[in-house]
């Protein structure tokens, strides 16, 4: 591969370790094939005459990925804990170009309604079929933009829509959070404002402790600030 990014190449080493590791038994995009940069994108009305007043982060043009088939679906080996992981990073192309946000519930209010429409998703689970997604949300006036995730579990809180999580996290900062996670399910709660302490938080306990015992091992890497974030979310 040539010409790739500083961004790039870490993305693209990073997917090149999950294929290759004899401890993941992984199905993998490939990083053969670059589209347009995200500045010849622009303008953004271009794609939605609503965003003309949307000004994107500083940092994206230096962050975005020109890959048009970057993903993985992978899970543990036997002899280790289970662990499961998955993600899709859509090149900005098939985020711009999406012509609706996720569709609402009949009993949606319209500020739901108005903050659905917003929402553009960037990373999926398109193998597994799990249904979780995270999303830029494009709202004028707001720098950076937010991120936001969806599960299919039962979490948010009014005035949202149920299954949404705003996260504390840039757009850099979350595909920088995905090089150190590798996509382990459930990871984005760690950068969310949510409660992992009850009973329904189980599964996805397990799976963010699977994380933080396994991947130090495969793919060493300093693990301590999601260590102190999933111990903070299991004592609220």
Known sequence: MTHLTTNEQRHAESLTAIRDHPSLIATCGDCDELAEPLENLLPLYEHNEDWDEIELDEDLGACALRFTNLGAQWETADGLPELYGEFR????????????GPGAMPDATDFQREFLSELRSFDTTPR???GMRSYLRMRPGTTPLEIWYADLADVGASPYPAGYLKLELTYAEYLDALLLTKGSYGWQYLFADVSL???SSGSTVRQLE?????LPGLFPGDYGELHDRLAERRSR
């Not at 990073?89 to 609706?100: A, G, K, N, S, T």
């Open 197 to 199: 302490n009850g009973p």
């Open 128 to 130: 597994s079929g799990a």
């Open 89 to 100: 990073i859509l090149h900005f192309y098939d985020v711009f170009d999406q012509p609706e």
């Open 210 to 214: 699977h994380m933080l015992e396994v």
